[in-house]
């Protein structure tokens, strides 16, 4: 069958002795109209499609996908201030990582997402040995429609696939018994937007998107073609010398960046700590200067917050919305008490974590670690308790 395009969502990977596997497709006839093609093992697609384009998305659960809000850079400046953001968030040393990033939004944020070398080789070796050889790999949310309105959601197992705009979405993991929606609140909107999920009913819509303009490379190190070694030698030995320099530059930048700005957060820090000596973290010192200003001409009374579920977790939505999409495994609630317990590997480390308190505070919130978990209560109650 010849189309003008065929979309691949690839499974969750199928194990190291995997031969063949089974995608989703979907494809595109000559006028323009999507069809879902359900499943197809990737032995069989040659012999079934025709393609003028090849899309591959990558699992859900092995890719991450975030949106960073930085200044406005371009070129090799905003990939090293892309790079700087990624590297807190990603479990694995960034060269590692295949990382791709997007554009710019014009709210100063820029979408990236990453997924494991390792794990990126192994799916370009499977689909090459089915004659499927793709420049890039996709994001599932690449595939669905652009929202005109609200958010467009896919679930993909106990996935949610989530677009919020032309080029920026994020990836949820959903646990187990929770609603969608509901989920969705750890993602940091307060109110989330109203999300028009595709269903089995609908699930021609899942192939139809556009207007995605960025992926992940898929490039491919282990690949080693003999025919052309004479001559690929020499010019990769001189590509290779070009590539250290420039990245030996680049790496040399960021670190001045990097230099520069903890500088600048240090002496902000310093004079806002000057200026408000009760303050025991300085965390956000413009945010946190103007507070104590009001504070003192008596415009802002001492913040506190109900033990009711509502109450704490619409307290919590501040907390959660400085996390990469992902890291939240579940939400759980008992009497005055909200706990939020990380997915396996995803804990925040002891600088984010005392960020995180620091937060907390200024929120009239208590946090405290307590095994894979982070504990939420009202300030006010605890100190009553401690108090008893």
């Not at 960021?254 to 500088?263: K, V």
């Not at 317990?341 to 946090?367: C, H, I, K, V």
């Amino acid at each position: 069958m010849k189309v003008a395009r065929l979309r691949l969502q690839l499974p969750p990977w199928p194990g190291e002795d995997a031969v063949d596997a089974e995608v989703r497709c979907g494809w595109r006839d000559a006028d323009g109209r999507w069809h879902d093609g359900g499943l197809v093992a990737l032995s069989a697609m040659a012999g079934r499609f025709q393609a003028r384009r090849v899309d591959v998305a990558l699992p859900p659960g092995e890719v991450a996908l975030a949106s960073f809000t930085l200044p406005p850079l371009t070129g090799r400046r905003l990939h090293a201030a892309v790079l700087g953001a990624v590297e807190p968030c990603a479990l694995q040393p960034l060269e590692s990582l295949v990382i791709g990033v997007g554009p710019r939004g014009s709210d100063g944020t820029v979408p990236a997402a990453w997924i494991a070398r390792d794990a990126m080789i192994r799916w370009l070796v499977l689909l090459r040995r089915h004659g499927i050889a793709p420049r890039e790999l996709s994001l599932l949310t690449a595939f669905l429609p652009c929202p005109t309105q609200g958010w467009t959601g896919l679930q993909s197992g106990r996935w949610l696939v989530v677009r919020t705009g032309t080029g920026a979405g994020f990836i949820q993991e959903l646990p187990d018994g929770m609603e969608r929606d509901m989920a969705l609140a750890a993602c940091g909107d307060t109110p989330a937007p109203a999300v028009q999920w595709i269903d089995e009913a609908d699930k021609v819509s899942q192939w139809s998107g556009d207007g995605w303009r960025w992926a992940l490379p898929a490039n491919d190190p282990s690949r080693n073609h003999a025919g052309f070694a004479t001559w690929f030698r020499p010019a990769a030995a001189w590509g290779a010398v070009a590539a250290v320099v420039w990245i030996t530059g680049l790496h040399v930048h960021a670190g001045q960046l990097a230099t520069e700005g903890q500088a600048l957060k240090r002496q902000m820090a310093a004079r806002v700590k000057a200026a408000f000596p009760e303050l025991p973290v300085v965390v956000n010192p413009v945010q946190q200067a103007r507070q104590q200003k009001e504070a003192r001409a008596g415009q802002l009374p001492q913040a506190t917050v109900g033990n009711d579920y509502a109450a704490l977790s619409r307290a919590a939505v501040g907390l959660l919305a400085q996390l990469p999409a992902g890291q939240v495994q579940a939400l759980n609630y008992t009497t005055g008490e909200l706990r939020i317990r990380w997915r396996d590997g995803a804990a925040p480390n002891t600088e984010a974590l005392r960020m995180l308190q620091a937060q907390a505070r200024e929120q009239g919130l208590s946090a405290d670690p307590d095994a894979g978990a982070l504990r939420i209560t009202p300030a006010v109650a605890r100190a009553e308790k401690e108090a008893q």
